[in-house]
């Protein structure tokens, strides 16, 4: 049987792996929105005019995981021990930069 050549990754997937690495390294919030509006310029860049529909779905697929990423931390947040004031601080930091991201994001589908 013939090896099948690997599919190239799609781009949400490689944007939101982007963003998880950094909501991972605790990267302010402003810099997670800068790095939304950074991937949706790349994007932007990259799309021919005839695909513009196209663009715009993927933009909504990316704030829609984004939106449901936000919606999972809040839970998280509510989980997290609340006498441990690290961890607390920590869940809060992501959920931050979440809400950033997010935020970004439905701002480029209203422009849209």
Not at 10 to 37: F, I
Not at 71 to 80: I, R
């Amino acid at each position: 049987m013939a090896a099948r050549t690997p599919r190239a990754a799609r781009p949400v997937d490689v944007a939101l792996q982007r963003l998880v690495a950094l909501a991972g390294r605790g990267v302010a919030p402003g810099r997670m929105a800068r790095e939304v509006d950074a991937i949706l310029g790349e994007w932007r860049d990259t799309t021919p005019p005839d695909e513009e529909a196209e663009l715009a779905d993927r933009i909504a697929t990316l704030r829609e995981h984004l939106a449901e990423g936000v919606a999972a931390a809040e839970e998280a947040v509510e989980d997290v021990d609340q006498s441990d004031a690290g961890a607390v601080k920590q869940a809060r930091q992501v959920l931050a930069a979440l809400v950033a991201t997010r935020d970004a994001a439905s701002g480029a589908v209203r422009a849209n």
